[in-house]
């Protein structure tokens, strides 16, 4: 009986251990399902950012250099402009008869032209037989000369008349865009009057406003990036040409100048986003902002190692396109938690899945 008694409390401890084994294993927290990233080595630009205006350096006033009537009006407010192209055409019919009354006194005058000339050959001939005097033949030379310049002063106003008619078609003298069309089809204009208002885009200058905490560590040189929304797909790298201070009732901001030349789709009077490099941090540590947490021993990351994450101290520096620079408490290389993060902690078990992409 002392036997049986023995081995039913063996039986009865070994259940109550079995059980507690049980509750145990019901009471351990399950692994925190996470995603991971390594931490890699990156070259960050420390920079400053604003947005700002281009200004048309180039904005001609185009006027009418001949007197005429406007017949055509080929460009209007708000269109691109090529330099050379037709914008505009005013009435030449005077210039085309005064071409034609020129060059018929072209003509007459070659015609006397051409007889003075025999009368001179026969009169040399004449001289050289004694038949007339000298003074004849240089009498007719003389007309002869006269005729020739009065030959060249006719092909000098066909020149002229045909220049001036040449004035009646209006064309852009740059590349740029219409302002303002100051003329309309049947104006009379006179020489001077305006006609378009141009804005080159050859030739534009950024103006970038930074606040007087910034203006300190600007100076002309320095390397900037612009961007407009008119030109969607296109980043300029340019420099700084100057900085002019910004006084106003309430701060002390910069004006920072940079030229843009021959960019095609820039326009004047358009904003533009500007970034001034001020430095760099060449192969700096950097993880996902995800995987930076904040606990009450400060600024944290989850190391991750056999299923295990290890809380690891670590300071930041600069914040770009999602990515934090870890300054000091972790290498290149090393795996971190990114989604999840923020639900661990030290020790804790987890278990990896792939990042959503």
Not at 40 to 69: C, K, W
Not at 75 to 99: F, R, W
Not at 260 to 274: F, H, I
Request: aromatic content about 2%; overall charge neutral; glycine content about 8%.
């Amino acid at each position: 009986m002392k036997s049986i008694a023995i081995v039913l409390a063996m039986s009865m401890s070994l259940i109550a251990c079995s059980k507690k084994d049980d509750s145990a294993a019901q009471i351990a927290p399950p692994a925190t399902i996470i995603t991971v990233a390594q931490a890699q080595g990156r070259h960050l630009e420390i920079s400053e950012q604003t947005v700002g205006t281009m200004e048309g350096l180039i904005d001609p006033n185009v006027g009418a250099e001949v007197a005429g009537r406007v017949v055509q009006v080929l460009a209007h407010a708000g269109q691109v402009v090529k330099k050379g192209q037709l914008i505009a055409v005013l009435d030449a019919t005077d210039y085309s008869l005064q071409k034609r009354e020129a060059q018929a006194e072209i003509g007459r005058i070659q015609a006397l032209l051409s007889n003075q000339e025999k009368i001179v050959d026969r009169n040399q001939r004449l001289v050289q037989k004694n038949f007339i005097s000298r003074n004849a033949l240089d009498d007719a030379s003389s007309q002869q000369d006269a005729l020739r310049q009065q030959l060249e002063g006719a092909r000098a106003q066909l020149a002229a008349i045909e220049h001036n008619n040449a004035k009646t078609r209006v064309v852009s003298p740059i590349d740029g865009q219409v302002e303002k069309q100051i003329a309309s089809p049947g104006n009379f204009v006179k020489v001077g009057d305006s006609l378009f208002q141009l804005i080159g885009t050859q030739r534009l200058r950024a103006h970038l406003p930074f606040p007087e905490s910034i203006s300190a560590k600007l100076h002309p040189g320095q390397t900037v990036r612009l961007s407009t929304p008119t030109a969607p797909d296109k980043t300029f790298t340019t420099t700084i040409r100057e900085i002019k201070p910004l006084i106003g009732n309430s701060n002390r901001a910069a004006d920072v100048i940079a030229d843009v030349v021959d960019q095609a789709g820039w326009q004047a009077g358009a904003s533009v986003n500007g970034v001034v490099v001020l430095g760099e941090h060449a192969q700096a540590v950097v993880v996902p902002e995800a995987s930076v947490v904040l606990r009450p021993a400060g600024e944290v990351v989850y190391l991750i190692k056999d299923r295990t994450a290890l809380q690891r101290i670590v300071k930041t520096g600069l914040r770009q396109e999602g990515m934090v620079e870890i300054v000091e408490g972790l290498a290149a290389g090393e795996t971190v938690a990114v989604d999840g993060a923020a639900f661990l902690t030290d020790k804790a078990a987890v278990k990896t899945q792939a990042a959503a992409q």
